[in-house]
């Protein structure tokens, strides 16, 4: 994607996109709501293959990445995302697991942040402007 598509200018700069990669259709909701409200564009993909496809076609800032998801897992969208860019793309893995070893494993995979569900839309927030800044 060119530069200047990106540049939907606000005060700070371009606005920084956001793909969301959920099967849950309320976290789905409320995310674009608050992230939405904070001045993020929002993509959504409702399954692993989606999520990596949109990746690749939007190039987006930032992924929040649902561990449990059908045709393709969480662990799988992260381990080719750290495959296949040069750069890194920022991740935030949110899961309603309560394993360590499943943290410990996407913190080996290079995940940013790793939020258990449920989880206070602040703590995401706060989270996602860190990773942004």
Known sequence: MAAEDKLNETDSGPTKRILLVDDD?????????????????????????????????????????????????GFLVLEKLRQSRPVPIRVIMITANEGSRHKAYAEMLGVDDYIRKPFAMDRLIESVNRLLA
């Open 25 to 73: 259709a309320e976290i789905i909701e409320s995310l674009k709501f608050a992230l939405g409200a904070k001045g993020y564009e929002i993509l959504v993909a409702r399954d692993g293959n989606q999520g990596l496809a949109m990746a690749d076609r939007e190039d987006p800032d930032l992924v929040i990445l649902d561990m449990m998801m059908p045709k393709r897992s």
